[in-house]
């Protein structure tokens, strides 16, 4: 079964790039952006006859972006070229725009080149003709250039954007109501802000919970271990600063076997509405915790009872399911493990359940939320202050040599991380809702909003190890990248070193295949060439925004990075409320979008959805895709097939790109399809699709 499994990602890898839409093919209306993923080549003077294109395709790996351990994106580069004379050796080259950095992508022949991985934030491309293809450095005549999309950021003029110039010193709409009850949102460090900038606030009231001496803390999450027909009460509450699922944050870990059912009693002790969601679980459609869907929402003081089941291993969790924005933010989730006896992963010295969040805090504390709409609608809220299990500073002792399988849920509203421990191995083993086909050794795990991975590190060096978000942020204004490094935790590495039995060196150098997956997944290779069966576009529109957010915003459309990681537009991104944006699932064949779209999948079938995140939109930027009840694969990104296969429920979509999942429709109902970034999906972007 070792071939077999070999055999079956080979397959998938080696599907033809016709089958599919890529970057650099002619422009269609429902492609991958050209403007962000392929780089036209032109002649030098003098230069006629020649042509060329470089895609930047997307890095064969376990995540739906590649990335550096330390945020640099990472791109396989693909070039296309024509009409080059005989004689001389032509060599590509990528350098740093200041040209202090050179890597040689290797000679070229009429017809192409394929380059290995380039990290470069900012670079150019190009071919020369050389004397032979071992030059160093380009040293001969130029032949073709070219430049990434990202080189097109270059700081505006400030003059015409200051306080009042160029007509855009006022707010506009409605946006003095309520501005002296907000206290001013945290800038990140560094950063320059425009006093038209700084003037904005939310028009909407600001909203936190009450904070007296009479309520209580929130107290640590516990473990409760729950068999087949238990029951157990929950209850959401108003603690200190928060919600708390039964006064912890996070709420309660809760543990089952696979195939076992429970019941939840649920009380709602909240001054609002609620329901839970039980994310990633194909559980009973009644039970999906979704009001209006599939119950109704319960109101102050009222009760319901889930009734819950676990076909599937994995990591999964449960969270508040109305006003996510508030509600999750404010502490109402909690993570659900689902173990098996089977489970092939190779082994481990411990285990480690960890829930990262990020929260906004600024001088006088909390950042208040909106109450009649989402603040932060167009980016969503990114935090300041990094959470692991509900608390700063996470803290782990272990022996020189010990492997720890940590499960990581991101149960941020909108911050996609990228996480590692720098100087440290690490691998991923599985995904949202089951392993991949290999374990894969990665730099860094990139997690979305909603998303889950199980990874396995090996600490073989003594000493302090941190638990890293390592990413590039873009400064919009001008036009540059810098690194942000946030620590989220230190693991304390004993010089003693794990010895015996207890010894997993070998075990985990072994990225060992999963031969069930490979029996289960076969089946599905057919579908990478046929065309989507439904196809769904990704955007948005905006109404009444003050001037200055309308022109920034305009230019800085000039290029989307494909992961916004980090809030470096958080005067224009705090004052935006769902009231202005509208985030948009369209379905393109019949122009419906958000709740109108019904879509009828057979059940029993393997259906194919497109997910097409518009280049042309206000704003691009990643969506966490998630889709309730059911299962998928990911089969392709902007055309490139994914070779190492896991179930998932939620995909991370980059801007401008295109998504091919693979959805097995086999669990009957009513089920929500939505963007898991909290204000995208509080300013609409969901939708919802009926199996039966």
Request: aromatic letters at 8%; hydrophobic letters at 40%; glycine letters at 10%.
């Amino acid at each position: 079964m070792r071939r077999g499994a070999r055999a079956l990602a080979l397959a998938l890898i080696a599907v033809p790039a016709a089958a599919q839409q890529r970057p650099c093919d002619p422009q269609v209306p429902l492609g991958p952006s050209h403007d962000l993923y392929c780089i036209e080549l032109i002649p030098a003077p003098g230069v006629t006859g020649v042509s060329g294109r470089v895609e930047l395709s997307h890095q064969n790996g376990p995540f739906t972006i590649g990335v550096t351990g330390d945020g640099r994106s990472l791109y396989t580069l693909i070039g296309v070229v024509a009409g080059l004379p005989r004689g001389p050796r032509y060599v590509a080259w990528a350098m740093s725009p200041q040209m202090d950095t050179v890597i040689k992508l290797g000679e070229v022949r009429d017809g192409g080149f394929v380059s290995h991985a380039l990290a470069l934030n900012k670079f150019v491309v190009l071919i020369s003709a050389e004397r032979s293809a071992s030059a160093r450095v380009p040293s001969r005549r130029l032949i073709l250039r070219g430049q990434s999309p990202s080189t097109r950021l270059f700081p505006p003029d400030l003059l015409t954007f200051s306080a009042g110039g160029g007509g855009i010193g006022g707010q506009g709409g409605d946006h003095d109501h309520a501005a002296g009850d907000w206290p001013m949102v945290p800038m990140p460090e560094g950063l320059t802000m425009l006093p038209a900038e700084m003037a904005l606030r939310p028009a909407v009231t600001p909203y936190l919970p009450p904070t007296g001496d009479r309520l209580p803390s929130a107290g640590r999450s516990e473990r409760l271990r729950l068999a087949h027909g238990d029951t157990l009460r929950l209850e959401a509450g108003v603690v200190r600063g928060g919600y708390a699922f039964n006064g912890q944050q996070p709420g309660p870990l809760l543990e089952v076997t696979r195939g076992s059912e429970v019941v939840v009693a649920f009380t709602n002790h909240l001054p609002d509405s609620t329901a839970i969601h039980w994310h990633g679980i194909r559980l009973d459609n009644a039970s999906d915790g979704v009001p209006g869907l599939t119950q109704p929402p319960i109101p102050p003081g009222g009760a319901f009872t889930y009734r819950v089941r676990f076909p599937d291993a994995g990591i999964y969790w449960y969270h508040a399911h109305v006003r996510e924005d508030i509600q999750q933010e404010l502490g109402l989730y909690g993570n659900l493990l689902v173990r098996t006896a089977d489970t092939a992963w190779t082994p481990a010295n411990r285990e480690e359940i960890l829930m990262l969040d990020d929260v906004l805090v600024g001088d006088s504390g909390p950042i208040p939320l909106g109450r009649e709409s989402p603040t932060h609608a167009l980016m969503g809220r990114f935090g300041n202050v990094f959470l692991v299990n509900g608390q700063r500073g996470y803290r782990l002792a272990v022996r020189r040599g010990e492997v720890v399988r940590f499960y990581l849920t991101n149960a941020a509203n909108a911050r996609t991380m990228n996480l590692s421990f720098p100087g440290a191995h690490m691998k991923v083993v599985a995904a949202d809702a089951g392993p991949f086909l290999q374990e894969a050794s990665v730099e860094s795990v990139v997690i979305a909003p909603a998303e889950r991975y199980v990874v396995h590190v090996r600490f073989d060096r003594p000493g302090r190890v941190a638990f890293v978000n390592q990413v590039q942020a873009l400064d919009h204004l001008f036009g540059r990248f810098f690194p942000e490094v946030d620590t989220l935790g230190i693991v304390e590495v004993a010089p003693e070193r794990v010895g015996g039995a207890r010894d997993f060196a070998t075990g985990f150098a072994a990225l060992q295949r999963d031969t069930a997956m490979t029996r289960e997944l076969s089946a599905y290779q057919g579908y990478l060439t046929e065309a989507p069966a439904k196809t769904l576009l990704l955007t948005l529109e905006t109404r009444d925004l003050p001037p200055v957010t309308e022109r920034l915003m305009q230019l800085d459309s000039v290029f989307f990075q494909s992961v916004e990681w980090s809030g470096t537009m958080p005067m224009m991104n705090w004052a935006s409320t769902g009231r202005q944006v509208r985030w948009i699932l369209r379905d393109p064949e019949t122009g419906r979008e958000n709740m109108d779209i019904d879509w009828r999948l057979p059940r029993g079938t393997s259906v194919k959805i497109r997910l097409v995140n518009e280049r042309r939109a206000f704003h691009g930027m990643q969506h966490p895709i998630h889709l309730h009840g059911q299962r998928f694969i990911v089969l392709a990104v902007n055309g490139t097939p994914t070779g190492n296969l896991a179930w998932k429920d939620t995909v991370l979509v980059p801007a401008g790109s295109v998504v091919d999942i693979l959805i097995d429709s086999s669990n009957p109902g009513h089920w929500m399809l939505h963007c898991h970034i909290a204000e995208h999906l509080s300013a609409g972007m969901m939708m919802h699709l009926t199996v039966n």
